[in-house]
T-cell receptor, first 113, second 111 residues
Framework: GENVEQHPSTLSVQEGDSAVIKCTYS??????FPWYKQELGKRPQLIID?????GEKKDQRIAVTLNKTAKHFSLHITETQPEDSAVYFC????????????FGKGTRLHILP | SAVISQKPSRDICQRGTSLTIQCQVD?????MFWYRQQPGQSLTLIAT?????????ESGFVIDKFPISRPNLTFSTLTVSNMSPEDSSIYLC????????FGPGTRLTVT
C-alpha cells in the first residue's frame, strides 16, 4: 500500500525566513498531493494541493513542488509569520481509484520571534 | 464546501465498553472516511465507508473492533468496541468533495 515519508518532524525558523518540508511517496500511481495545516485542538485544513500533471503550484506565500520521477514533493512557506506555527501534514492519494488519502507523520513548525 | 458534524465531541469511557460516533454531512457524498489521530501523531485511515456496501478496512483494523454503518449518503457511524486505554484517541470522519474535508473530531478517553 501507499506510504508517505515526511521530514523533518520538527522545524524552527526565524520569523520572516522560509520553511521547507519534504515528503516522498511509494506508490507511483499516486496523482494527488494535498498539504494540511493543523492547529492545536483543531481539525486539519487543506492549505494547498498539487496534481501529478503539474510540477509546481503557488498560492501567495505557499508553494508546492512535485518531482514525479523521484516521487518527491515539497512545501515551501516564504516570509513566515507567527500564525504559520502549526503541524503540517503532507499526503498522497490515488484519485479515481479509491480516493483515500494517506498522511505523512507531520512536521511541527515553530516560528521564532 | 462540505460541512461535517460529529457526535459526541468527546467522551470518557470505561474499558470493555463500546462507543458509537456519529458523522453527519450537509450534502450527499459517495465515500466517507474514518481516521484515528492518537495524541501528537498523524492521521491513520481506519476504513472507507460507501453507502450500500460493506466498509473497506485498512491493515491493522478489523470490522469486529470498528464496525461501521453507512445507511445513507449523508450519515455514517463508527463504533469502537470493547475499548481499552490504547483506543484513547481523536476519531475524525472525512469526505471528499473536490478536496478532503474533516469533521471536528471526537476525543475519546478510555479509563
Amino acid at each position: 500500500g501507499e506510504n508517505v515519508e515526511q521530514h523533518p518532524s520538527t522545524l524552527s525558523v526565524q520569523e520572516g525566513d522560509s520553511a521547507v518540508i519534504k515528503c516522498t511517496y511509494s506508490d507511483s500511481a499516486s496523482n494527488y498531493f494535498p498539504w494540511y495545516k493543523q492547529e492545536l485542538g483543531k481539525r486539519p485544513q487543506l492549505i494547498i494541493d498539487i496534481r501529478s500533471n503539474v510540477g509546481e503550484k503557488k498560492d501567495q506565500r505557499i508553494a508546492v513542488t512535485l518531482n514525479k520521477t523521484a516521487k518527491h514533493f515539497s512545501l515551501h512557506i516564504t516570509e513566515t509569520q507567527p500564525e504559520d506555527s502549526a503541524v503540517y501534514f503532507c499526503a498522497a492519494s490515488i484519485v479515481s481509484r479509491d480516493d483515500k488519502i494517506i498522511f505523512g507523520k507531520g512536521t511541527r513548525l515553530h516560528i521564532l520571534p | 464546501s462540505a460541512v461535517i458534524s460529529q457526535k459526541p465531541s468527546r467522551d470518557i469511557c470505561q474499558r470493555g465498553t463500546s462507543l458509537t460516533i456519529q458523522c453527519q454531512v450537509d450534502s450527499q457524498v459517495t465515500m466517507m472516511f474514518w481516521y484515528r489521530q492518537q495524541p501528537g501523531q498523524s492521521l491513520t485511515l481506519i476504513a472507507t465507508a460507501n453507502q450500500g456496501s460493506e466498509a473497506t478496512y485498512e491493515s491493522g483494523f478489523v470490522i469486529d473492533k470498528f464496525p461501521i454503518s453507512r445507511p445513507n449518503l449523508t450519515f455514517s457511524t463508527l463504533t469502537v468496541s470493547n475499548m481499552s486505554p490504547e483506543d484513547s484517541s481523536i476519531y475524525l470522519c472525512s469526505v471528499e468533495q473536490g478536496e478532503q474535508y474533516f469533521g471536528p473530531g471526537t476525543r475519546l478517553t478510555v479509563t
